[in-house]
């Protein structure tokens, strides 16, 4: 069973910055994409950031410019650096890796999520 652990969040003054990272976990599993979502209470999980296994990057028009994703395939974890953070980022942020133990079958897990609240 693989498993997606978070790491990172927090509170952080309004322009300040946090870096958020997921490792991937468990035996035997192949990952090709691998992204950020975020969920405020009330709203929809949003999508962040995605990366593919060969780097190309996609990010939410409302993070663009602020935050980097940024991965290592080595390690099986994806990194989200973000910078000139606003009070609208505060969200809880989940990990979203594509996976597969046989390379033909695809699944998308999910972390257990992580509190980032941007605050004065």
């Known amino acids: 069973q693989v498993q997606l652990v978070e790491s990172g969040g927090g509170l952080v003054q309004p322009g300040g910055s946090l870096r958020l990272s997921c490792a991937a976990s468990g035996s035997s599993f192949s990952i090709t994409d691998m992204g950020w979502y975020r969920q405020a209470p009330g709203k929809p999980r949003d999508l962040v950031a995605t990366?593919?296994?060969?780097?190309?990057?996609n990010y939410a028009d409302s993070v663009k410019g602020r935050f980097t994703i940024s991965r290592d395939n080595a390690k099986n974890t994806v990194y989200l650096q973000m910078n000139s953070l606003k009070p609208e980022d505060t969200a809880v942020y989940h990990c979203?890796?594509?996976?597969?133990?046989?390379?033909?079958?695809?699944?998308?897990?999910w972390g257990q999520g992580t509190q980032v609240t941007v605050s004065s």
């Open positions: 990366i593919t296994r060969g780097g190309i990057t």
């Open positions: 979203w890796a594509r996976i597969s133990a046989t390379g033909s079958f695809w699944t998308d897990y």
